[in-house]
């Protein structure tokens, strides 16, 4: 077993399976789902994914688009949790994404600030208030890698030239993709997040769909897809086993 992939095992030990249906499609004879392979990035391998979790919509897909966004726009359905990348030819590239609380207050246009490659993770002040015993453990953060909550990547979203906090980001639990959650932002599988990155131009416009528009747009029952998972408790000697816990050092939070 390669070294990257038995350092992301502890983590993934600890995550629930979700139930899943459907017909899997794109399957390579003998492999996992073309898309989702086993792939280097930099230092790091990550995982491929299991076709478990690559049911219906859950993966990503090109698309016919109509919607009225120009070009190059990352579109957010925070309910049908899905996010669209609007391409020039008519068409949209759709991945399946997770939602926390905090991306369900996600309101109107903001743009990409800044984009990072596997970005280190801090958890915000209101995150060690309302849930001590989730991220009390993590205070001081964890390092850019395989176990970074922030994943692969991540997109900063500003509004007026002001970080919101909000990000859009990758994530090791595989299990949330297409659910919400009790914290974070917008997730996505590491292949997608990666595959959006390269696709995304720093100042690009993002928009969020209201529920109505929701219902419009992908019908009430899709609209409605999901369900809200519990946080989930990692034990700490997991994380820091594989990563180096950084300094302090009074930089501003990410909120995931």
């Known amino acids: 077993m390669r070294p990257a992939f038995r350092l992301l095992i502890p983590l993934l030990s600890l995550m629930a399976l979700a139930g899943c249906s459907g017909e899997v499609v794109g399957v390579l004879p003998g492999g996992p789902v073309a ?12 995982p491929p994914v299991p076709a478990e979790y690559l049911q219906g919509v859950n993966r990503r897909t090109p698309v016919d688009y109509d919607g009225p966004e120009a070009p190059g726009t990352i579109v957010v359905d925070p309910h049908a949790k899905l996010l669209y990348f609007v391409e020039p030819d008519g068409t949209a590239m759709r991945y399946p994404i997770a939602v926390g609380r905090a991306g369900l207050r996600m309101r109107g246009d903001s743009r990409v600030g800044m984009k990072r490659e596997w970005p280190g993770w801090t958890p915000t002040a209101n995150m060690l208030r309302t849930q001590p015993e989730v991220y009390g453990p993590f205070a001081k953060g964890v390092e850019g890698g395989l176990a970074s909550p922030l994943g692969a990547r ?15 980001h990758g994530t090791n639990d595989l299990t949330s993709i297409g659910n919400s959650g009790s914290a ?21 416009r993002v928009t969020v769909r209201t529920y ?3 219902v419009a747009a992908e019908g009430e029952e899709l609209a409605n897809r999901g369900e809200e998972l519990p946080p989930t408790t990692v034990d700490p000697e997991s994380i820091y086993g594989v990563t180096e816990v950084p300094a302090e050092d009074g930089a501003a939070s990410d909120e995931t």
Do not use: M
């Open 212 to 214: 109505e528009e929701s």
């Open 154 to 168: 991540a997109l900063y979203l500003y509004q007026n030239g002001r970080d919101t906090y909000f990000r859009i």
């Open 35 to 46: 898309g989702y392979e086993a792939q280097e990035d930099g230092e790091y391998v990550l």
């Open 184 to 204: 974070g932002c917008i997730r996505l599988f590491n292949q997608d997040i990666i595959d959006l990155y390269e696709r995304v131009e720093r100042g690009a």
